[in-house]
């Protein structure tokens, strides 16, 4: 038996009121028996709400279903990339009607965002998802059967329009049920499956590569669809959105199915308590109190685009081939591999998110995303391609991938569905969701552009110096919400405005 010891770096200092808000860091020294993993032992040093019990498999179950829309996310923003050769060449596409059939899931998505927030807080989390994934079906389907390019298109925007309601109505109902001290494993196991999506729309590119079967591609998307819209009827509608349609009764049910008994008055009180505080409006959000709050979740959105991830998800074949990687099948094999990557390292971001907290998972995936798009840089400086350049952008971007699913892809989703008052928290996430894809749709339309005006080194540099301005903001702007319930984190951003010297 070892010892294991090491040093540990965690935003805040000790004590429980100030550690939430304060971006103050700490570093801390440990050296345990090396029986304890790495995992249990960041547990123990900073799970201070680790009292809880272990959360129910009834909880964990709704939660997989709902993240079946995450599936779908990645899937159907993944899956272009390799049916659009064979679009293009069935329906003679100009490139500009090439870039509308590419983009139209992005306006969509937007379009989504816009209208989805003001639906969720209406109808409740339950009855939107449903009608998402109703509309999934329909533009499987649609997509599929496309007998014309404005078809295929018209198909590709109900999609888009799903992918965006669906992006922050997953992560949003998952964070109204699950207890505070798994959230943040629950809410990201949507991220996991988003990155799960993408490497399943690769792998169906991939293997309907030959005999072109674009429509079987955006077909597929139906079965998990499906398995969501029948999940779905057997899925609870969030006690937190109940009760703030004062329908305290059915709260109070779903409640008792999803807790402990005797937590089930606590958490009803605590909602109550915190309902009466907010007024449920858009002047709510832009006062004092809950503007930081809307900074921080659009503030995160901008940032976990402008860092360019979806330059390497929707063109990492691309990026290959210009590191020297010259044959189609070493370039795609080399995308599958980064896709697991994100895969991988997304498990273990959700194994410790709960532990570590958020904003130390943000901030070192940030130092190491820029380091990685340093090196990458780095790479495309040198004139001649040698097979040593094309190892060292491969590293690069599997680098960069890892510390994006490290912190930025899971955490900024969570962040969002935590740090807004119930009333309104559809439309503020909404708000934040708009702008995530308004910038994933002006980095997919810029990044061909950027290269060509910039060169390969600086496009990546300038994705980097991008990550300098987002590790400082993350620094000074965002607070640590592990192992709070979401009113004690609504509840803190209130005292903050009362108390402006207590907390920094
Ligand atoms: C982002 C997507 C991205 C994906 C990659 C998500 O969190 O919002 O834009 O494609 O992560 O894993």
Request: hydrophobic letters at 55%.
């Amino acid at each position: 038996m070892g010892v294991e010891f090491g040093l540990l770096w965690a935003p805040g200092s000790p004590d429980r009121e100030t550690r939430y808000f304060s971006p103050a860091s700490a570093l801390q020294f440990y050296f345990l028996p090396g029986k304890n993993n790495r995992g249990e032992l960041l547990c123990q040093l900073h799970n201070h709400a680790g009292s809880r019990p272990p959360t129910g498999h009834f909880v964990a179950l709704i939660s997989w279903i709902s993240a079946l829309a995450g599936l779908l996310f990645g899937y159907d923003t993944g899956v272009i990339s390799g049916a659009i050769l064979f679009v293009q060449k069935d329906f003679s596409l100009t490139t500009f009607e090439e870039e509308v059939v590419v983009a139209a899931v992005l306006l969509g998505a937007v379009v989504g965002a816009i209208f989805g927030g003001r639906f969720a807080d209406r109808f409740g989390r339950r009855n939107v998802l449903i009608a998402v994934a109703i509309l999934f079906i329909v533009g499987a389907i649609g997509t599929a059967l496309a007998l014309t390019a404005t078809w295929l298109a018209i198909g590709r925007v109900i999609v888009g329009v799903a992918i965006g309601v669906a992006s922050f109505t997953a992560p949003l109902y998952i964070s109204e049920v699950s207890p505070a001290n798994v959230r943040g494993k629950l809410v990201s196991l949507n991220q996991l499956m988003i990155t799960i999506g993408i490497v399943a729309s690769y792998l169906a590119d991939y293997g309907l590569a030959d005999m072109r079967g674009w429509r079987w591609m955006f077909g597929l998307a139906a079965i998990p669809a499906i398995i969501l819209a029948v999940g779905l009827l057997f899925v609870p509608e969030s006690p937190r959105w109940l009760m703030s349609r004062s329908r305290a009764a059915q709260a109070r049910s779903v409640l008792e199915r999803i807790r402990e008994t005797s937590e089930v008055d606590v958490e009803l009180a605590e909602i109550e308590a915190s309902l009466h505080q907010q007024q449920g409006s858009w002047r709510e959000l832009l006062s004092p109190a809950l503007r930081p709050a809307l900074v921080v979740g659009i503030g995160l959105a901008i940032f976990q685009q402008f860092t360019g991830i979806n330059t390497v998800i929707y063109y990492a074949p691309t990026i290959f081939q210009f590191a020297g990687l010259h044959s189609a099948s070493a370039a795609i094999l080399a995308t599958v591999g980064v896709g697991i990557v994100n895969v991988l390292l997304t498990i273990v971001a959700l194994r410790v998110i709960d532990c570590a907290g958020r904003r130390p998972l943000l901030l070192y995936g940030l130092v190491g995303m820029i380091l990685s798009l340093g090196l990458l840089g780095f790479a495309f400086l040198s004139s001649t391609l040698s097979s040593m350049v094309a190892w060292i952008a491969v590293i690069s971007l599997a680098l960069y991938v890892a510390c994006f699913a490290i912190g930025l892809g899971p955490v900024f989703w969570l962040m969002i569905a935590e740090i807004y008052p119930l009333k309104i928290r559809g439309r503020a996430m909404g708000v934040a969701t708009v702008a995530n894809w308004g910038s994933n749709l002006i980095v997919a339309l810029t990044f061909l552009s950027l290269l060509h005006v910039l060169g390969r080194p600086w496009t990546f540099w300038l994705y980097g110096i991008v990550g300098i301005v987002a590790w400082i903001f993350v620094y000074r702007l965002v607070p640590e919400t592990k192992g709070r319930t979401l009113e004690e984190i609504e509840a803190r951003w209130r005292t903050r405005v009362q108390q402006p010297k207590s907390v920094t």
